[in-house]
């Protein structure tokens, strides 16, 4: 099940991408839109999203990121290092045959995509994130604001060795079912899909990659980097009822972004677009509507 249920016309293809062998669910069309997904997820969180977009008369596409599900899993905290994520989606466009792409990311995956217009503007046509606040905006927190401190405490509890992973293990990955249904609304998510998202997690070294993200990124945490304005059109989507990220860090976001909006979703937790797919799908549409596949070049 590691794939997961097979939709019509949705494919699942693995190529070296980066140096690692990546894994990747694919379907429709079009102008290219890469959906990055974030913690503990994979691919498999666009669900809703892939058969959507692709009937609006796109190319998407949901990797498993670096160290996820069935994408290689190298050792080590270095190897998840920001420059490496950001590499990973830069070298599957070029993969994919494309000289641009579409960039969502939600949580982690959100992470990636600021990081990854700023670096490679020339790659990004659009930009749309789901509850992941700009860098800047989440390190001014961190050092600032005590409410976001301690809805972060686990960012601190992922950096001691081994443990988060025996706690994620307990239970047959009991805390894995109780963040995605004990935060979502009833209904949300089904057995079957519960039983997904435990599987990909018990993939062999899944977990301490996954968690390696964190790991790295406290290393990074320490050392300033400049953050080029992003001039990308961008598409910010908040649920408001997100546990682990306050509200509040979406304010002043138009410092670090030339070209913003925001579309709020009330009475929603952090897993935005698999609680509320449609309003996520419409609001994707409706930001992508004049992409279009740019004509032949001479």
């Given at each position: 099940?590691?794939e ?7 494919t699942?293809?693995?190529?070296t ?27 498999y ?12 008369g ?11 599900n ?6 080590g ?22 000289e ?17 217009a700023?670096r ?6 659009r ?6 606040p700009?860098?800047?905006?989440m ?11 301690l ?23 009991r ?14 998510f ?7 998202y ?7 070294g ?5 968690i390696?993200?964190y ?7 320490r050392?300033?980097?400049p ?28 410092r670090?972004v ?12 952090h ?11 419409r ?11 740019a004509?032949?070049?001479?």
């Amino acid at each position: 099940m590691a794939e997961t249920a097979e939709a019509p016309g949705l494919t699942h293809h693995y190529e070296t991408v980066n140096g690692i062998r990546m894994h990747w669910a694919e379907q429709g069309r079009g102008p290219l839109v890469l959906l990055l997904h974030g913690f503990p997820e994979f691919w498999y969180s666009w669900r809703h999203q892939l058969p959507a977009l692709a009937a609006a008369g796109f190319r998407a596409v949901a990797p498993d990121q670096r160290g996820y599900n069935l994408t290689e899993k190298p050792a080590g905290i270095g190897a998840y290092a920001s420059e490496y994520l950001v590499e990973d989606v830069a070298d599957l466009i070029r993969k994919l045959g494309e000289e641009q792409a579409v960039i969502v990311g939600h949580d982690w995956g959100g992470g990636v995509a600021w990081l990854f217009a700023m670096r490679h503007p020339e790659l990004t046509r659009r930009l749309a994130v789901l509850n992941c606040p700009h860098p800047a905006a989440m390190q001014h927190a961190l050092r600032r604001n005590p409410r976001q401190m301690l809805r972060s405490w686990y960012m601190l509890y992922f950096q001691i060795p081994k443990l988060p992973e025996l706690g994620f293990r307990a239970g047959n990955y009991r805390s894995i079912e109780r963040a995605l249904r004990g935060w979502a609304r009833p209904g949300t998510f089904s057995d079957d899909e519960i039983r997904a998202y435990k599987e990909a997690a018990a993939q062999p070294g899944a977990l301490t990659a996954a968690i390696n993200w964190y790991r790295a990124a406290a290393r990074e945490f320490r050392r300033e980097r400049p953050m080029p304005l992003i001039e990308t059109p961008t598409l910010l989507i908040w649920a408001t009822n997100d546990r682990a990220l306050g509200v509040e860090l979406t304010h002043g976001m138009e410092r670090w972004v030339g070209d913003l909006r925001i579309r709020y979703i009330p009475r929603t937790s952090h897993w935005v677009q698999q609680e509320q797919p449609g309003l996520v799908n419409r609001y994707l549409r409706e930001f992508l509507s004049d992409v279009r596949i740019a004509p032949p070049s001479g």
